[in-house]
């Protein structure tokens, strides 16, 4: 479409800036997609049915991609699950107040969400245990690692009086040796295992909630790591093959307006194999979208979540150089008993979802378990020899030598610079200075040519992105100001390339979204000031003014206050 044709836009933005270049410009939309960026030309683009937004000087971005963020898991947390976080309740008391007044769920349970041990103490199975005997109750810690119920819950599960914890979970016992209604990690399941499936008008009302808020925030795209079979035992078991289904009708309904890639979840934080991967892949859920119609554009399933070791905070990263108060290596949390074995496992299960046409997202946050996910990546590629843009996810401790393979190999990096920032010290307590200054290396990752992008992992991070951007400019932690010369420093345009044109390559979109350019889908995020170039910390005062998702005015400003408080 040359601008001599005529075409009179739909939408006009005027009086815009890009953070890259001095000057004013103005951006012409039309049936979804950005037809003309410029300066004066643009506005004989105006007709009489042409809506203009004057961006009053307001940075224009590309439509914000978060490349990990929880969609379900999130959207249940804000606003799905009973609220009994830190800003809801500040003692055991109030916790047990606020489940004894609220009433049950359609499904007969009481789900709350977000008690905070380091915020209420200790004392929670205490007080819960005997409460609300006429309801099962089941309530998740903020970090999901930690759930209490009610006895009548325990009931609900079959709990006995004293239960074996499984391999990597605890449960809370009283004196007398009973269960105490604390269940930890594996132990979990116990209970969510007895839980009714999240009702599906449930995830339908949160994750309308949670789009409007994420509008608000200028996201436009986002991959949703994990739903499926394995969503069970995560979050309440929020993040299942429903939740897929219920993404699906909100897309067929006309509903979804947030651009959503998916992972697959074949099994939990623990335990996959390859035997597991090969029956999902037999299902045939990878095709639940494109067999129901649904534009690739707006909803697609893109490939698998793999689970390749687990977190240094519970010492379940895999290290070549053993850390933590345990001095140990940690290890892959994949099906098998050896770290050969595990391996293996790994090489199968990620050529088994190369040969299916998907891409492979690998949780690896140690140094070795991203060693083991960059060979089994090149190992898959090379039967082939087709690139399948599989991602490194957190890869938090990578090498200069990973990194360069990732980049000779077209394989992703997706890091969390806001988990730095909130956890930043803990892993210097457990690693070491030394490990903890090659943390998330950014600056590396980017010189070595890797496609890195930064990403919220919401809900453990807020889905602010202005906080990651900022804490990857600043690498500053809750007790650290960042050092002015930490050499993995990025600048604030090449974190907003991580957060706009580097996740649309992961997405295999980069064709059509991350930039604002002619023919370009018109997913725009309107700032209401500059971008600060000089100056990080002044983004923390920008707001996000206007939002377009695919053409349409899906945020404006006076629109923060309403529909967005919890119900
Ligand atoms: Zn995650």
Known sequence: MSLG???AAELVIINGTLPETAGSVNVAVAGGAVLAVGGQDVLALVGPGTRVIDAEGGALLPGINDAHLHFIASAMTRFGYLDVGASAASSWQEVAGILAAVAPGRDGWIRAHGWDEVVLGPGGAEVLLELRPDTPVVVFDQTGHQLLANRTALEAAGIGRA??????GVIGRTASGEPSGLFVDAAMEMITAALPPVPREDLRSAALKFQRLLH????????????GPGGKSLLGGACTTDALEVLGAMALDGDLTVRINTLLLFAGTGGISADMVGNGLASGLQHLYTQQGIDPRLLRIAGVKVFADGTPRSGT??????????CSHGSMVVAGSTDAGRTAELNEIVRLVHAAGLQAGIHATGDAATEAAVDAIIAAQATDGRRGRHYIIHGAFSSNDSLHRLAAHDVGYSTNPAIRAAAGDLI????????YDRHQPLNSALKAGVKLNIASDSPVTDTDWRRTVAAAVTRATVHSPGRPDDPERITSLQALQAMTSLPAWQDHAEAFKGQLAPGMAADICVLDGAWPAADIDELAERQVAWTIAAGSVVHEPGWVSAGLDRT
């Open 5 to 7: 044709e005529r075409k």
């Open 163 to 168: 239960p074996a914890a499984p391999a990597g």
């Open 216 to 227: 608000a925030q200028g996201i436009t795209s986002l991959t949703e790591p994990g739903l």
């Open 317 to 326: 990263a895999w290290m070549t150089e053993p850390y933590g108060e345990q």
């Open 428 to 435: 210097r307590r457990l690693l070491g200075p030394e490990r």
